[in-house]
């Protein structure tokens, strides 16, 4: 008995058989095609990521200006307008029309009383300088350690900038971009993708205790810059610090020591680990400012290897004393 | 034309527009930074069921709970209005029911009649009440409020920032989001079989508000004399409460659908005429009923027979700062995830069987993702049932004489992992990051013999438990990525008078 589904297939004509196979036959060239394109002895692709290198942010030498300006007072903006007034303005470090970037300390989620970050006062001063000197924009970073929402709004910087104008970049995991520092311990490393886009970089660090390296200054807040596994750094801690020094050249340093963490760094915490010591400290050879800061925290240069390996890399001069120090009080 | 616009269905879908906004903004607005003094969990207070079961375990109506009364008390009057008007899960559902039904072709009249599977979430309430007045609030599995928290809060809201890549510097990740997410897909999917399946037949605080609109002051009449039985009043229907016959005022979620759809003017809400038609009282059987309570009743020896953080202290049930005690802990919990969402860190996560069974999706700390923020307090600021309780910063970082900060846990060394201790290599990253002051973690100079012969002087970290709070930090930033050598576990709690190691402290 034949099938009820009985519905048949139509017969192809000649041509449909000739169109049909030489689909078929173009399909499987296609299929060949693709195979030889993509053949290849690796499992994954991997695709080349541009390293970069880091820019100078430095301005050429001027013999002119002191080389370090030492500024005592009480009022956060009046000392820091002066310590720069005093080594050439910001128009000797900004020009018209340029990014600048400015790097405090904001690591903690702590307020400023308790001196875990950069005193937003003295943010606030640079970003306004650096918009009298008619910098296009003023951007104010860091990679914190707590959450940087946090960090931000509690350490007040975030307040303070926005009322100066600045604008506050917030790192997000894509903003890592990776870069060749060339140093010893330190080869690539991601680093936030500001540094690469701004003119100018002006590192705002404060001075404090620290428990491994004994004193977090200007060189270790270059720290802030580094994504990635960061923490590694400690295994080599001296190298990496002058490595770190080695490679970002800011244009300015402007260090705050108005309030100081004495002890229990870099957290703090408790108001008792603070000392008022009302000193604002600005130049451009990060070795000497650091080694001026010493004081703050009752060390010496001979205590700290970094400072010295940095000086034996010619990042500046530990012996401040021998240079061009102007210091007073407003 | 006004008149026209506002229409009582229109009237409806403005609410309904507004509670689901309201909603989203709400919970988007969970967040440090942005939170800033709004009830940001209003609608878990506003549940009648979540603070219903919640008295049922502790007797207690916890501060913003009692905002329930108002949907109590206005069910009572108006009837089950929340459902349609104002539960997030249920609009949810209702857009989604109404795309599936809308494409397609199919017989709207016998999907919106009512089905005896109906009963079955007035069953689910008496096993979830029943194992309440034992003292499991396991009523958040369930309940639509908490369900649809959780599921945006964990699934939903870090999958839209996972496409988009704006909301959050750190891209917020979740314990088993996926099975989450999964879930709420599958019940917002089921309204492809029958719409507002979820609401019909599972929803427990649906059968609460139901048993509450047994006989409420306004509701549908159905006029007989003008009545053509044409059944176009079932095209719309919400609730599956058969408005075409005797209307089942538990099911009707006042949709209002039914009055804008009929032709000759037949039905309206309000008080009763003389021609209006018959009701039909609430459909289920007692001895269902009691047979579910029964064996609500008889799931909880079984679960207190099991190992669970209640019945011993589990060492990765570390609960955010402010939570009570265990027991009460578990009272308390509906698992919302609000905790979870405000958390700036991430280290707020849902637990899936480390607490045991009953503690499924409550918070625990998992700190190789996030760490306690030690000045943050905000999880305890956002939890509808004071399971984290209210506390100040002052009180968790304990300052003022003699005051002692909160304990969640207590951090300790794996010596075999450790860089300092196992090989020699410089580190005590904890220690630089251990916010109290004095520092918690605190280092001794070893002068150490390298295997060259060479000496080497190097720092090896300890842990001062009477300092150590617990908050994790330390095991958040050890370079042992994958597990730290640094780990902190729930010993030492404040909240735990059992979870205690040391004698004098």
């Not at chain 1, 918009?131 to 960090?151: F, I, Q």
């Not at chain 2, 300790?412 to 196992?422: I, S, T």
């Amino acid at each position: 008995m034949p099938s009820k589904n009985n519905k048949r297939e139509p017969d192809i004509s000649r041509r449909q058989f000739l169109l049909r196979t030489a689909a078929t036959c173009g399909l499987a060239a296609t299929a060949g095609v693709w195979g030889y394109v993509f053949y290849s002895k690796e499992p994954v692709r991997r695709s080349e990521s541009r390293i970069l290198t880091f820019k100078d942010f430095r301005v050429k030498d001027n013999t002119v200006y002191p080389n370090l300006a030492v500024v005592h007072g009480q009022d956060a903006d009046k000392m820091v307008r002066a310590a720069i007034e005093k080594i050439g303005g910001m128009g000797r470090f900004v020009n018209p029309g340029e990014k600048v970037l400015l790097k405090p300390n904001v690591s903690w989620d702590r307020q400023p009383e308790q001196a875990a970050n950069t005193n937003p006062a003295v943010v606030a001063a640079v970003v306004r300088l650096c918009l009298e000197a008619r910098a296009s924009e003023v951007w104010v970073t860091d990679v914190s350690v707590n959450d940087p929402y946090r960090c931000f709004a509690r350490s007040g910087i975030e307040n303070a900038v926005k009322r100066a104008g600045g604008k506050i970049r917030l790192t997000t995991e894509n903003d890592f971009v990776l870069t060749d520092l060339k140093g010893e311990s330190l080869k690539v490393w991601p680093v936030s993708s500001f540094y690469h886009q701004a003119d100018k970089l002006i590192n705002l660090p404060i001075v404090k205790n620290h428990s491994l390296s004994k004193c977090t200054m200007a060189m270790k807040n270059l720290y802030g810059s580094l994504g990635g596994q960061r923490n590694r750094l400690h295994q080599d801690i001296n190298p990496a610090i002058a490595d770190l020094a080695y490679a970002i050249r800011p244009t300015l340093t402007v260090m705050d020591a108005i309030r100081v963490l004495k002890r229990n760094g870099p957290t703090g915490g408790n108001l008792s680990d603070v000392s008022m010591e009302n000193t604002i400290i600005a130049g451009v050879d990060i070795v000497a400012i650091e080694s001026y800061g010493l004081r703050f925290l009752d060390l010496k240069v001979e205590d700290i290897p970094f400072i010295i390996m940095a000086e034996k890399r010619g990042i500046g001069i530990s012996d401040w004393k021998s240079l061009n120090v102007a210091e007073m009080n407003v | 034309m006004i008149q026209k616009i506002l229409r009582l269905r229109n009237i409806r879908r403005i609410y309904a527009i507004f509670f689901i906004v309201l909603f989203v903004l709400l919970l988007w607005l969970t967040s440090f930074g942005s939170m800033k003094g709004y009830e940001t969990k209003l609608f878990l207070e506003l549940d009648p069921l979540t603070a219903i079961a919640s008295f049922l375990t502790s007797w207690t109506v916890y501060k913003g709970l009692a905002l329930s009364l108002f949907i109590i008390c206005g069910t009572l009057f108006f009837g089950r209005f929340f459902c349609s008007w104002v539960c997030p899960m249920g609009i949810i559902n209702q857009i989604a029911g109404s795309i599936f039904t809308k494409f397609r072709a199919v017989d709207t009249v016998a999907l919106n009649s009512y089905r005896p599977l109906y009963r079955l979430k007035y069953y689910l309430l008496a096993i979830f009440l029943a194992l309440a007045v034992f003292g499991s609030l396991q009523i958040g599995l369930l309940d639509p409020i908490p369900f649809i928290t959780r599921s945006f809060a964990i699934s939903v809201f870090p999958m839209i920032n996972n496409s988009q890549g704006w909301l959050y510097l750190k891209q917020p990740i979740f314990n088993g989001g996926t099975l989450l997410g999964l879930i709420l897909l599958a019940v917002i999917f089921a309204n492809r079989f029958l719409p507002r399946f979820w609401c019909r037949a599972v929803c427990p605080l649906g059968a609460l508000l139901g048993l509450l609109s047994f006989r409420p002051l306004l509701r549908i009449w159905r006029d007989v004399d003008l009545c053509t039985d044409c059944k176009k009043c079932l095209g719309h229907c919400h609730g599956g409460c058969d408005p075409q016959a005797a209307l089942r005022v538990t099911e009707c979620h006042l949709c209002m659908n039914c009055i804008e759809d009929c032709p000759e003017g037949a039905i309206h809400y309000g008080l009763s005429k003389p021609s209006s038609s018959a009701q039909m009282p609430l459909d289920i059987s007692r001895r269902r009923l009691i047979e579910s309570a029964l064996a609500g009743a008889i799931l909880l020896p079984m679960m207190h027979s099991t190992i669970t953080s209640k019945t011993s202290p589990q060492h990765r049930v570390i609960r955010p700062p402010g939570s009570i005690s265990e027991e009460d802990f578990l009272r308390r919990c509906v698992k919302c995830g609000e905790c979870m969402k405000v958390c700036p860190t991430n280290a707020i996560q849902p637990a899936l069987l480390e607490a045991g069974f009953e503690g499924i999706w409550t918070p625990i700390l998992i700190n190789r993702i996030g760490y306690c923020e030690y000045n943050c307090v905000l999880c305890s600021h956002v939890c509808p049932t004071g399971a984290i309780s209210p506390i100040t910063v002052d009180k968790k970082i304990g300052k003022g004489a003699g005051q002692k900060p909160l304990k969640i846990g207590t951090a300790f060394y794996d010596r075999g992992r450790c860089l300092p201790w196992a090989m020699n290599i410089e580190c005590i990253v904890c220690e630089e990051v251990c916010p109290t002051s004095p520092k918690a973690i605190w280092f001794q100079t070893f002068e150490v013999e390298l295997r060259d012969g060479t000496t080497k002087m190097m720092k090896r970290p300890y842990v001062d438990p009477n300092l150590c709070t617990g908050c994790g930090i330390c095991e958040n930033k050890c370079p042992i990525r994958d597990q730290a050598a640094v780990r902190v576990t729930s010993i030492g709690e404040t909240r735990s008078s059992r979870n205690q190691m040391i004698l004098k402290s």
